[in-house]
C-alpha cells in the first residue's frame, strides 16, 4: 500500500500522457474514440498489408471518390434546389498550426533532453532504460515491416497505459526489480566506463 504522502507526490498516467485529448483517447476516457482509433488502424493494415493496396493509389482512388460526389452533389442541388453539400470552412487556423508546432516542439525539446542527460549527465538509470527500449525496438523491428510496427505501436499504445493505471502499484514493483538486477549487472561496466573517461579527463 502506498502512503497517502507519496500517491498525492506521484504524478497521474493521465498528467505523464499530457493530460489532453491525446491521453483520453490512450486511457480508454472517451471510449468512442478509442474503438475509433483501435478499428481505423486495424483496418487500414489490413487494407496494404493483407489486401495489398498501394497507399498512393489508395489515396488518390478516396479523394478522386470524394471530389466526384461532391461535384454531382452540388450539381444536383442547383438543379433540385436543394442544399449545397455542407462543407466547412476549408483552410488551416494559426491556432492549429501553433498548437501543432508547439507539440511537436515538446517531443524535440525531450528528446533532446534525454541525449543532454545521457551524455552530459552521465544518468546511469536513463541510459539503461534507453538501452533496454532501443534493443527491445531493434529485435521486433527485425520481424515486422515499418507499417506492421507502428501499427502494433497504435495497439500497444492504446493497451499498455490503460493497464499500467489500473495496475500502477504492482508494475512498478516488478519494473523495480527489473531495474535492480540490470544495475547489479551493468552497473560495473558502466562504472569503470565512467572511470577511464575521467582519468582520460585529467590526463
Not at 489532453?20 to 478499428?39: E, F, M, Y
Not at 500497444?156 to 493497464?163: E, R, Y
Not at 519494473?175 to 540490470?182: F, I, N, T
Request: aromatic share 8%.
Amino acid at each position: 500500500m502506498a502512503t497517502s504522502s507519496g500517491v498525492g507526490s506521484r504524478r497521474s498516467v493521465h498528467q505523464s500522457l499530457g493530460g489532453g485529448a491525446v491521453a483520453d483517447v490512450l486511457l480508454w476516457r472517451k471510449r468512442n474514440l478509442s474503438i475509433a482509433t483501435a478499428v481505423g488502424s486495424t483496418v487500414v493494415w489490413a487494407l496494404f498489408e493483407k489486401a495489398g493496396y498501394n497507399f498512393l493509389s489508395v489515396m488518390a482512388n478516396a479523394l478522386l471518390l470524394l471530389v466526384c460526389i461532391l461535384f454531382f452533389w452540388a450539381k444536383s442541388a442547383s438543379l433540385l434546389n436543394r442544399p449545397l453539400p455542407p462543407l466547412p470552412n476549408l483552410e488551416v487556423s494559426d491556432a492549429f498550426v501553433e498548437k501543432a508546432s508547439s507539440g511537436a516542439r515538446k517531443w524535440v525539446n525531450r528528446a533532446l533532453t534525454v541525449a543532454h542527460n545521457i551524455a552530459i549527465k552521465r544518468d546511469r538509470n536513463l541510459f539503461l532504460l534507453v538501452i533496454v527500449v532501443l534493443w527491445f525496438v531493434s529485435n521486433i523491428g527485425s520481424f515486422f515491416n515499418f507499417l506492421t510496427l507502428l501499427y502494433i505501436g497504435v495497439l500497444v499504445s492504446l493497451v499498455v497505459p490503460a493497464v499500467y493505471e489500473k495496475h500502477q502499484d504492482q508494475v512498478d514493483e516488478k519494473l523495480g526489480l527489473a531495474h535492480e538486477h540490470l544495475s547489479k549487472h551493468l552497473g560495473p561496466i558502466l562504472s569503470n566506463t565512467g572511470l577511464s573517461v575521467k582519468e582520460k579527463k585529467t590526463e
